[in-house]
Nanobody, 123 residues
């Protein structure tokens, strides 16, 4: 399975971005997916996940009410909608997939990773 993330960019605080991750290979509809991010100089951290059928999502506390995760299994795509962005959201954002139908917040539980897409939020 290969994952290709895109949609990062530079925005001012309060702005929005839409991150996309397209998968190729494997059976996309059977994978739980997640987004992680790595702020400059810090460790990678969990942002959100979505289960295989898209019926359940889980977001880290700082993302609640601002970020939305969705997927389109017909298009092998997962979306992370970033709203009301803050400077502390600045990071490289990574998508990941696991060979299970339910998501996890642990990086070690994911089998496939995409390259990062950079998000920069200025104050």
């Amino acid at each position: 399975v290969q994952l290709q993330a895109s949609g990062g960019g530079s925005v001012e605080a309060g702005g929005s971005l839409t991150l996309s991750c397209v998968a190729s290979g494997g059976t996309f509809s059977s994978y739980a997916l997640a987004w992680f991010r790595q702020p400059p100089g810090k460790e990678r951290e969990f942002v959100a996940n979505i289960n295989a059928d898209g019926g359940s999502t889980y977001h880290q506390k700082s993302a609640l009410g601002r970020f939305t995760t969705s997927r389109d299994n017909a298009k092998n795509t997962v979306i992370l909608q970033l709203n009301r962005l803050k400077p502390e959201d600045t990071a490289d954002y990574y998508c990941a997939a696991r060979n299970r139908g339910f998501g996890s917040a642990l990086m070690s539980n994911y089998d496939y990773w995409g390259q990062g897409t950079q998000v920069t939020v200025s104050s």
